[in-house]
């Protein structure tokens, strides 16, 4: 039970990093339009 709390918890942080990545991005192009 311990593993598979610790893989998702994994599997969350790696998914909240991937979307703030993605969310950085937008804005670094948004900037550069204007």
Do not use: D, E, F, S
């Not at 969350?12 to 339009?33: D, E, F, I, K, N």
């Amino acid at each position: 039970n311990k593993l598979l709390v610790i893989v998702l918890l994994i599997c969350l942080t790696g998914g909240l990093l991937l979307v703030a990545a993605c969310a950085l991005c937008l804005v670094r192009r948004r900037m550069q339009h204007l």
